[in-house]
Nanobody, 125 residues
Framework: QVQLWESGGGLVQPGGSLRLSCAAS????????IVWFRQAPGKEREGISC????????YYRPAVKGRFTISRDSAKNTVYLQMNSLQLGDTGVYYC??????????????????WGQGTLVTVSS
């Protein structure tokens, strides 16, 4: 069974950048779609970016498109989320997740069986 864990969160000023990592054990991430979610204080968890299995097609929600980039490093068995031009509204706990039974992306949290523990991103001046 694949297990995921995130790292790379922290405190950053508006306009700054962070790179989050989603590392895996127990299986090869190439076989799984990986979705990044975030949960802002007092709000529901929302999917923001996804990379599919196989051809690694990438998808972004409008709120992050053009600022965030998702990528996969097969040699390191890790998926990254490069976040640039960070805004106050990007503050939250960021999670990576996957549905081991699918190769396609899904924005629905209930479709995703495996989750990391989350990493906190705080954008503040």
């Amino acid at each position: 069974q694949v297990q995921l864990w995130e790292s790379g969160g922290g405190l950053v000023q508006p306009g700054g950048s962070l790179r989050l990592s989603c590392a895996a054990s127990g299986s090869t991430l190439d076989y799984y779609p990986i979705v990044w979610f975030r949960q802002a204080p007092g709000k529901e968890r929302e999917g923001i970016s996804c990379i599919s299995a196989g051809d690694s097609s990438t998808y972004y929600r409008p709120a992050v498109k053009g600022r965030f980039t998702i990528s996969r490093d097969s040699a390191k068995n890790t998926v990254y989320l490069q976040m640039n031009s960070l805004q106050l509204g990007d503050t939250g706990v960021y999670y990576c997740a996957t549905d081991p039974s699918s190769r396609l992306c899904s924005w629905s949290p209930t479709d995703l069986e495996v989750w990391g523990q989350g990493t906190l991103v705080t954008v503040s001046s």
